[in-house]
């Protein structure tokens, strides 16, 4: 449907609830994300264009056909409404993007999730937050450092986000868990489900004491395709990373390659040069990252960095709360800018200003063709803002 195609039935099938008893689109909101070729640019620019999730899920299966499709599969009532009872048997709330309660660090990173299931003390993604990653397989002096900087981050008022992974993930959360400003975990599989098993009485903890976020349906037990998805979210959280032992092919690496790409600042804990679980944040650190020996470190660079400038991508109201720039307003597609686009875009990446160029198009009306090749399955949206049209 969306690209998660492994989704478990939520624990009790069979409790649907009715319409009055949630808010009046939550369970359009649900289908809206979870129909097939959905994304995040997708969702906002439908949400813009239809001005409700109603709308937008009834106008999905004719813009699909202007994009190509020959048949489009959306979310049913039916499926959105056992999402959502799980949701509430766990007591997980809903946060969609654009509206209040989202995270706002979260709605500024390329690809932010149309929503996520939060479980726990929703409050803390208002605080300013730090991510601490690392190895599973951390040394007794890594797990110490992790917990020292969970909690010293806390004490001084930073929320620590982690992935809920066994090793240096678990001690930055336990850490945290002693400290006033609090956790959030960010997992791969659905909210209500607990992995790794090892650390089921964390997870408890969390849901009572921290959070637990999550863009996956509720009962996805993840997979290894799903942590990359997870790991952009505890960056795009986070107003930096710090690394503490990452093997050089690892998962915190590619935590701190979204961050960088997310415009905030990467930071490491130097390791032993021969021990291999220390050589991805040492090479971080070659590489420009910043070198950090505890929480007064990160909180130092931190402080410097707020006076200098705000974190990229973030822009301020009057009152001091980052909006989100507006998309362009939607005017339509017509089949002469249809035909043009499919003919001006191929198997290798273009830019869309590029785009704009050839065909002369208005921006509401280009963002309007590449929608419904998007919902068609045919356009492939790369890093960077890169398109290029999938294979057929």
């Known amino acids: 449907m969306d690209g998660w195609s492994e989704v478990a039935a939520p624990r009790n099938p069979h409790c649907v609830p009715a319409r009055g008893d949630m808010p009046d689109d939550t369970l359009d909101v649900i289908r809206l994300a979870r129909s097939r070729n959905v994304g995040s640019v997708s969702f906002r620019r439908l949400i813009a264009r239809y001005g409700c999730a109603s709308r937008a899920v009834a106008a999905l299966p004719e813009l699909a056909a202007r994009g190509g499709a020959r048949s489009y599969e959306l979310c049913s009532e039916a499926q959105a409404a056992r999402e959502l009872a799980a949701a509430q048997a766990c007591g997980a709330r809903l946060l969609a993007l654009g509206r209040p309660g989202y995270p706002i660090m979260l709605s500024h990173i390329p690809d932010p999730p149309p929503f996520v299931w939060a479980r726990g003390r929703a409050g803390l993604l208002a605080g300013a937050a730090v991510g601490v990653v690392g190895g599973r397989n951390a040394s007794a002096i890594g797990l110490r450092m992790a917990h020292a900087m969970g909690a010293d981050l806390g004490e001084a008022g930073w929320v620590t986000v982690s992935g809920l992974a066994r090793g240096v993930d678990a001690a930055a959360h336990e850490g945290a868990l002693c400290a006033p400003a609090g956790t959030i975990a960010v997992v791969a599989g659905g909210v209500d489900m607990i992995y790794p098993p090892e650390n089921a ?97 990160v909180i130092e660079v931190l402080e410097e960095q707020s006076a200098v400038r705000p974190p990229r991508g973030l822009a301020e109201d009057g009152a ?59 356009l492939d949206r790369q890093p960077g803002g890169m398109l290029a049209l999938l294979p057929e």
């Open 201 to 297: 009485k964390l997870t408890a903890r969390l849901a009572e004491e921290g959070l637990i976020l999550s863009e996956a349906p509720m009962g996805l037990a993840p997979q290894g395709r799903h942590f990359p998805r997870r790991n952009r979210i505890i960056s795009g959280l986070s107003r930096a990373v710090v690394v503490i032992e990452a093997a050089e092919r690892s998962g915190s690496l590619i935590t701190a390659e979204f961050a960088l790409e997310q415009g905030r600042d990467v930071m490491a804990i130097p390791g032993a040069p021969l021990d291999p679980r220390a050589g991805g944040g040492n090479a971080l650190i070659r590489q420009g990252a910043t070198l950090v020996r505890g929480a007064v470190d």
């Open 320 to 378: 001091g709360f980052a909006r989100a720039a507006p998309l362009r307003p939607s005017v339509g597609a017509d089949d002469a800018l249809r035909r043009d686009v499919a003919r001006f875009l191929g198997l290798a990446p273009v830019e869309e200003d590029e785009l704009i160029r050839l065909t002369g198009a208005n921006l509401g009306a280009l963002a309007d063709a590449l929608l419904e090749l998007e919902l068609a399955g045919r």
